[in-house]
Each structure stands twice: as structure tokens, then as C-alpha cells.
């Protein structure tokens, strides 16, 4: 059974940098994508970022390129998103997904596993 757990969440004020990390289990990691999304106060769910199986391609909304960064490790089973600037906006319960893909995937219907989410609050 495959499980993702998040973590790295926490209340922080605007400009400030938090990195998630998501933590996967139950198969092997290394084959398949991963991405990340949100879901804000009031707000539908929301395409974050994706980074392909070897970690050699990735992809941003435009609401966080430039300032979150999708990475993977491996040998760890991890996944990270680096975010800095942080603004009020990106105020949003952070979930990490993955499906049975190995490159890159936008639609949130194209994951099959989710994790439980952790909360990310920016104050201005």
C-alpha cells in the first residue's frame, strides 16, 4: 500500500522560505512521478509542481515559478518543494500525490495517491 506523508508546514511570515517534504512508502519510489498541490481557505484544489521519476524534468504554475522549487531524492524516497518570497497567498493546506506515470503530470485526476496534507500559513 502505498503511503505519502508530508511534513515541514508552519506558520511564517510573508518573504519568509519553508521547505515540505513528503515521504513515500509501499513501492518502488524511483519510477514514478510526483507532484505537489493545494488547496486554499475557500479555494478548489490547485496544481503546484511536478518533477519527473529521475528528478531531471520538472514544471511550475505560474503563480509559484521562480520561487518554489520541486526536487526529489531518491535513495530516500523523498520529495521536496523549497518555496521562498512566501506570500499571504500561498496560504494553503500542501498535499504531495503520485499516480503510475513516470514523467511529468499536471491534472490532479492523473494522481492516484495523496497524502494527508500539512498546513502552510503566511501572515503579512
Known amino acids: 500500500q502505498v503511503q505519502l506523508v508530508e511534513s515541514g508546514g508552519g506558520l511564517v511570515q510573508a518573504g519568509d522560505s519553508l521547505r515540505l517534504s513528503c515521504a513515500a512508502s509501499?513501492?518502488?519510489?524511483?519510477?514514478?512521478?510526483m507532484g505537489w498541490f493545494r488547496r486554499g481557505p475557500g479555494k478548489e484544489r490547485e496544481f503546484v509542481a511536478t518533477?519527473?521519476?529521475?528528478?531531471?524534468?520538472?514544471s511550475y504554475a505560474d503563480s509559484v515559478k521562480g520561487r518554489f522549487t520541486i526536487s526529489r531524492d531518491n535513495a530516500k524516497n523523498t520529495v521536496y518543494l523549497q518555496m521562498n518570497s512566501l506570500k499571504p497567498e500561498d496560504t494553503a493546506v500542501y498535499y504531495c500525490?503520485?499516480?503510475?506515470?513516470?514523467?511529468?503530470?499536471?491534472?490532479?485526476?492523473?494522481?492516484?495517491?495523496w497524502g494527508q496534507g500539512t498546513q502552510v500559513t503566511v501572515s503579512s
Open positions: 509501499g513501492r518502488r519510489f524511483s519510477i514514478y512521478s
Open positions: 518533477i519527473n521519476w529521475s528528478g531531471a524534468t520538472t
Open positions: 500525490a503520485t499516480g503510475t506515470r513516470m514523467y511529468i503530470v499536471y491534472g490532479a485526476s492523473d494522481y492516484t495517491y
